[in-house]
């Protein structure tokens, strides 16, 4: 499983999509979202706008597994 560090309080599940290269850019996650099924802890959703928190677990089919993680130095 990767580890994806935010330095914010949330990155939405369209942005997530962008920064692991799954789409090329960020209009193509309601195409993407619509031909695919992702799964957030677990449960598929295709919510773009979907917020995702420190903990969460996003399986992107073609693309791999991602856990979201906080700052890396320590702030």
């Not at 195409?31 to 957030?40: G, I, K, M, T």
Request: no cysteine; hydrophobic share 35%.
């Amino acid at each position: 499983m990767n580890e994806i560090a935010i330095d914010t309080e949330f990155v939405t599940l369209g942005q997530l999509l962008k920064i692991t290269d799954a789409i090329s850019s960020g209009g193509m996650a309601k195409w993407f979202l619509q031909e695919n099924d992702v799964y957030v802890n677990g449960e598929v959703d295709n919510r773009r706008g979907r917020k995702l928190y420190v903990g969460d677990i996003v399986n992107i089919p073609g693309t791999g597994r991602f856990q979201i993680t906080g700052p890396t130095n320590g702030e």
